[in-house]
């Protein structure tokens, strides 16, 4: 059955780039840059990354592993404009997905076909249809939400993930752009759970897997009392 499954890299306090860059100049110059950077620092050695990059060597690591089951586990991805914005030119001529991308946008644009398997498709109706469209053609594989942070955060809000895996990488930023934060929309005494179903320690970054529980009501327990809890 097709998984709805988002991975992303984030600093251990919870940040997937650094604070958001809202020039229209150079973006590698920013913040924003330099905190994604960090946080994805793992990949860059990686032999699986290197080689859907077209470069040569690479470590066959453990991070090398999951980045190939993540590649492997994906028949379509869902991604944001941004996203799309920021990897449009270094992807080059054959990127790295091998697949039917759908990117969300209030943009509407031609389709781009890319050499070796990869389009992008530039969907304006949300992404509740983008993840169907997305779903339509993933020939039983999952569905990857890609990034960035805006479009992992809306689909977990919506309750359309399944599985989520962050790569949490031992730095701190202070600031930057949350992947968690009030724009979940959750209500006041309400969560959304998560059941962890994996973890993978390698030196650099600790990748966790978890199942998406969904929405459920926060209580109070009786602390270990066994009397009756008064709110
Ligand atoms: N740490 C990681 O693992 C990781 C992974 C991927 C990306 N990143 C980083 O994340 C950053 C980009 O993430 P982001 O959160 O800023 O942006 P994003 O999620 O990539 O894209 C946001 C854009 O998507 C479109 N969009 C989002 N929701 C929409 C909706 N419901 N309907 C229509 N369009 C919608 C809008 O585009 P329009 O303005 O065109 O309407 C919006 O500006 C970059 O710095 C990138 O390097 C990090």
């Given at each position: ?7 992303m890299s ?30 994805t620092r ?190």
């Open positions: 059955m097709t998984k709805v499954t988002a991975q984030v600093s251990l306090d919870g940040f997937y780039a650094g604070p958001r860059f809202t020039g229209d100049g150079n973006w590698m110059a920013s913040g924003e840059a330099a905190g994604f950077f960090r946080v793992w990949v860059i050695d990686a032999q699986a990354w290197r080689e859907r990059q077209g470069y040569e060597g690479g470590e066959q690591s453990t991070n090398s592993e999951i980045i190939e089951e993540t590649f492997a586990a994906a028949g379509a991805y869902v991604m944001g404009r941004r996203m799309f914005d920021g990897g449009e030119v270094p992807w080059g001529e054959e990127p790295p997905f091998r697949a039917p991308v759908f990117v969300v946008t209030h943009r509407p644009r031609e389709v781009l076909e890319r050499k070796g398997g990869t389009s992008f498709t530039f969907v304006t109706e949300g992404i509740e249809s983008a993840i169907e469209r997305a779903k339509a053609v993933a020939n039983g594989k999952d569905v990857a939400v890609a990034g960035g942070g805006t479009l992992v955060r809306q689909v977990l809000a919506a309750g359309l993930l399944d599985q989520l895996e962050l790569h949490i990488v031992p730095a701190v930023l202070g600031d930057g752009m949350r992947l968690l934060h009030p724009a979940l929309g959750l209500a006041e005494k309400e969560a959304i759970e998560l059941r962890p179903t994996r973890v993978v320690h390698a030196p650099d970054v600790t990748h966790v897997r978890y199942s998406v529980e969904g929405r459920a009501p926060l209580v109070l327990d009786d602390r270990g009392s066994g009397q009756p809890v008064e709110a």
